[in-house]
């Protein structure tokens, strides 16, 4: 994460926000529900184990807000 990603016509500006957190399912690919903290995300594959035994693969997502900064 670098905190600015600069294009042509504007740049985008990390703005200090609290990351959002969800986790996804590697073999079906649906996400959990957005949770403040990895440990709550994380929290849906108890749930999705259960609907589904053999999605035994996951990703934790972490996301960062960004700002338009126009030039
Ligand atoms: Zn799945």
Redesign the pocket.
Known sequence: MSGEYRFARFRLVSTGGQLVFRAQ?E????LGPQAGTGDAAMMWTVF?LDD?PD?EVFRELSSTPYRVSRR
């Not at 073999?27 to 649906?30: A, K, L, N, P, R």
């Open positions: 399912c073999v079906c690919e649906e999705h589904y999605h």
